[in-house]
Every structure is written in structure tokens, then in C-alpha cells.
């Protein structure tokens, strides 16, 4: 049962193994940067919302200015339909 362990050496050459490092090194520095990013980016809503704006709402409208607009034209469209349909309109 010993022999069922393999060392990284025994499955991967020194390039793989280096290539492999690099590529995890390069994932967590991203990772670190999105955390700062996500942090600054909560500083902007508090700052926002300390000057009296929605920020539910402001998320919504930075979420929606993603879409393409034909697309969101359609899902709002879309969307009235089916409040209309189950009476919520």
C-alpha cells in the first residue's frame, strides 16, 4: 500500500512541476487582488450609502449596465409579461 503514494518527482517532471507552481502562484495573487478590489469596492457603497443612496438599488443598476441592451430590453419585456400574467401589473 506504500507504493500507492506517489511524490510530485513521480508524476510530474520538473518542468510540469515548475509550470504548475507558477500557474497556482499566479491564481493566488489574483485571488489577493480580488480581495482587495471586493474591499474597495464595499468602501464605495458604505460611502455611497453615507450620502443617502440606495445601494440594493445601485448594485441593481451596476448589474444591469453589464447586459447588452437589446438583451436587457428583452428580459424586461419578458419580465412584464409575466408579471401581467400571474396580476401583478
Keep these: 500500500m506504500a507504493d500507492d503514494k506517489h511524490t510530485g518527482e513521480d508524476v510530474?517532471?520538473?518542468q510540469a512541476q515548475g509550470r504548475?507552481?507558477?500557474?497556482?502562484?499566479?491564481?493566488?495573487?489574483?485571488?489577493?487582488?480580488?480581495?482587495?478590489?471586493?474591499?474597495e469596492i464595499g468602501e464605495i457603497y458604505l460611502e455611497a450609502k453615507g450620502s443617502g443612496f440606495d445601494t440594493k438599488v445601485m448594485k441593481k443598476v451596476v448589474r444591469l449596465r453589464k447586459i447588452d441592451r437589446a438583451k436587457r430590453q428583452e428580459e424586461d419585456a419578458i419580465l412584464d409579461l409575466y408579471m401581467s400574467a400571474i396580476g401583478e401589473v
Design 12 to 14: 510530474l517532471n520538473g
Design 20 to 39: 504548475l507552481k507558477s500557474l497556482i502562484e499566479r491564481i493566488e495573487r489574483l485571488e489577493k487582488d480580488k480581495a482587495q478590489i471586493s474591499e
